[in-house]
């Protein structure tokens, strides 16, 4: 069941909320930019997310397919989500960076579902061989 969850980057300058279904799953995955910053995610929807403050000081990212825009906040490099729009997912979501969420337990989220993805060599579908790095 989707509950709303308050988000912000380290400066708090940007801030949402947020309505995560943790039951439906959260992923971790091997790619180029998720290595790098240990992103652990859940997919929403694009309507399952509003900006509470700080949207003009998003910066936007891309890489690869460029099918995905990765957001920062400008001032403390804190990444809250990324958003794509596919059809394969749906139309437009977001991949939500459940670590930036100020009213998720670490209990709650070390208990949600947690999927491995080998999106380093666009196996999405499949583990990674390694995971005890992600
Ligand atoms: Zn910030």
């Known amino acids: 069941m989707k509950k709303t969850y308050h988000g ?24 180029s930019l998720c290595a790098k910053t240990r992103y652990w995610k859940a997919f929403i929807g694009g309507d399952d997310l509003r900006m509470i403050a700080g949207a003009d000081n998003l910066t936007e990212y891309q890489f690869g397919g460029k099918n995905i825009t990765h957001f920062f906040c400008k001032t403390c490099g804190v990444k809250p989500f990324g958003r794509g729009d596919l059809e394969i997912m749906g139309g437009v979501f977001y991949g939500l960076n459940l670590s930036v969420l100020d009213d998720l337990s670490p209990e709650e989220l070390a208990a949600a579902p947690l999927q491995y993805q080998d999106g380093l060599h666009d196996n999405w579908g499949e583990v990674p061989t390694e995971i005890r790095h992600l």
């Open 8 to 31: 912000s980057c380290h400066c708090k300058t940007v801030r949402f909320e947020c309505d995560v279904d943790l039951d439906a799953g959260t992923s971790k995955c091997n790619c």
